[in-house]
């Protein structure tokens, strides 16, 4: 999913991915990793790119899934200061939960049957595994021990010790502060956030109305599930990459997300020469 990401956006700008704690294939070693409204590592990032690089021109955002809470999570803290202190003009994400608590559902219980049997089950055998390492680690401080994680039996049972670590309460906690449905009308730039009608992870997901998100543009597609537009062709050329010279394409859900970063930065770019500013 990244890889086509990336290649949707090489034809239009510069690129840096950034990389969650842990997921570089190097152990992390710290108590801590990310979150849903984790936006500490992104805030370090932006923040030392405009004070320490020559290329400074407008940033926009993009990410999938968690990256995506994270994304709207940085833009609604960070407000109506978010292109003067950040520089950036705009973000297009895909697969964003809205309303965690409503969607955590999907992952603790049988009900939904694909979110829970296809991938609840699974995480959660990996989030114990790696929370049990931590807690028998004696150099790794954690407010639980690995007894505690061996009685998890959910995702929320797991979140509900992972969100001490981060200062939440529990996961209920976790769940609200994290949601970005009530946070909308707080970012102060364009937004786009295109998600499918069939996504199992978000069955009864709340859908804010644009009058409240006002700077947001939503699009909902019929088909699609959890990020799943990536498998949809789209009609973007090949892009040459790699030192071999491969010629690899995109597809629709990245390509629409591009096109819409390319679409906001021509109308920044115009507002700067004085010829306004309609991105809508």
């Known amino acids: 999913l990244l890889v086509v990401l990336l290649i949707?956006?090489?034809?239009?700008?510069?690129l840096t991915d950034i990389n969650f704690r842990?997921?570089?294939?190097?152990?992390?070693l710290t108590p801590g990793?990310?979150?849903?409204?984790?936006?500490n590592d992104l805030q370090y990032f932006l923040t030392f790119k405009k004070s320490k690089l020559k290329n400074n021109g407008p940033i926009f955002l993009s990410g999938f899934s968690l990256g995506a809470n994270v994304v709207v999570n940085f833009l609604a803290q960070a407000g109506n200061s978010i292109t003067t202190t950040y520089n950036v003009h705009g973000a297009a994400v895909n697969s964003c939960p809205m309303d965690v608590t409503r969607t955590s559902d999907n992952l603790n219980g049988p009900e939904n049957f694909f979110s829970f049997n296809v991938y609840g089950r699974d995480l959660k055998r990996k989030l114990v595994d790696k929370m049990k390492g931590q807690a028998s680690n004696p150099g790794i401080d954690v407010p639980?021990?690995?007894e505690d994680v061996e009685r998890c039996e959910?995702?929320?049972d797991v979140e509900n010790l992972l969100s001490l670590i981060y200062g939440f309460e529990d996961a209920y906690d976790y769940y609200e502060r994290s949601s970005v449905a009530d946070k909308l009308d707080k970012v102060a730039v364009p937004l786009y956030v295109v998600s499918s009608d069939d996504d199992p992870f978000f069955v009864g997901d709340a859908r804010p109305s644009t009058s409240f998100a006002k700077t947001t543009k939503f699009l909902y597609t019929e088909r699609g599930g959890h990020c799943g537009n990536i498998l949809h062709?789209?009609?973007?050329?090949?892009?040459r990459v790699g030192d071999d010279g491969r010629l690899l394409q995109s597809s629709w859900m990245p390509d629409e997300l591009a096109r819409f970063v390319d679409h906001?930065?021509?109308?920044?770019s115009s507002a700067e020469s004085g010829l306004g500013n309609d991105w809508v």
Do not use: E
């Open 8 to 14: 949707a956006y090489v034809t239009h700008t510069y």
């Open 22 to 28: 842990g997921c570089s294939g190097q152990p992390n």
């Open 33 to 39: 990793a990310y979150h849903l409204s984790f936006t």
């Open 144 to 146: 639980f021990r690995a």
């Open 154 to 156: 959910t995702i929320r």
């Open 233 to 239: 062709a789209g009609d973007a050329p090949d892009v």
């Open 264 to 268: 906001v930065a021509g109308a920044v």
